[in-house]
């Protein structure tokens, strides 16, 4: 029999298959199988996209807008995005400086693979989303993590960034609010980051803005540029409405940066998926330019929502959970779990095991922190009902009840 594994490319020996996709499988198969499992797993926001964005859509279909668009992206498009980066960010692009992909991540995708050469690295603080390292490798390029643990609230210091940016340094992944941790850098901390890289012209940032607008507490969003303009012809904005819109099905994300750079993407992107849906992109252009108070309300559930999580998982011995500032993620340390026994005479020795038995035994799926590079932890989505997210803790909190010392 044929050995599948020797037909991929060598690229691909150092690319992991999405643990969170597995593992959403394996909740839904135990869904299938009747077992009252809840979903904590995937990033997705739970309410539905907005009806005059479904509209038009329908609008768009109707009037036959249907065919191939330009590969950046409509100007129509690309002009409502302009006007979204000047109007919510005080940023100021042209649409010749704007490309549109499949979802932020193809944004990214295309980034590195208009970019990396071998050999060259990107340094991705970790906690990461857990895309970054892997979408580096294809593009073969080296993926350099530099940890930032909860005590340091998962950020990257200036120290830390000085002390691993080296001559092959490309590009430096910056994400806030963070997903897996909510961790937000304030405008303070992003100018001593910038500070950092003005010394070393020859490395790009890349920014993560997808989660903009689930901030709270008061806190505002900052990217790198509203604090460092100076670093605007090295730096790549990446965005989309997956999350804010809740539009992850219909796969619209954008970046805008330098031209030659955004030239470069639209290549890799001309020769692999030629461009976005023309359907999406029209009901994007509802969104972008549509109402935008709905936002604020949303920021306030997830917010509650995090109340609610936080201090419940805080009440659990075993457990430590930061309060994070923005998104639908918690973070919290589970290393008092570690090495304990479960009454079905499970140990516990990392984070998968942990979370594989909350799925098996308890019917609550969250991811590991092994996947997003920083252990051990359990990335907790609260995209759920209120109700929902009470009943997860509280299996969680019987869950880590139950267990004994392995000794
Ligand atoms: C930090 C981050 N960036 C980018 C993306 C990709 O979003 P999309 O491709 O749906 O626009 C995600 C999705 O989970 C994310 O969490």
Redesign the pocket.
Known sequence: MMDVSKMSADRLQSVQPSMILGLLQKARSLQSQGYPVIDLGI?EPDFNTPDHIKEAAIAAIVADQTRYTVVPGTPALRTAIVEKLSRENMLSYTAEEVSVSN????VIYNAFMATLSKGDEVIIPAPY?SSYPDMVAIADGTPVTVDCPQSENFLLSPEKLEQTITPYTRWLML?SPS?PTGGVYSADQLAGLADVLRCHPHVRILS?D?YEHLMFDGHKFASILNVAPDLRDRTLLVN?V?KVFAM?GWRI?YGAGPVDLIKAMNVVQGQSCTHACSISQAASIAALNGPSDFMADRANSFSRRRDIVVSALNAIVGISCLNPEGAFYVYPNCAGLIDRKTPEGRILTDDQTVCNWLLDVHHVSVVPGVAFGLSPHIRISTAASEDTLREACRRISTACLSLESST
């Open positions: 990033g979802g932020a991540k193809q989303w994400n997903n993560d997808i989309g997956s992850t994300g």
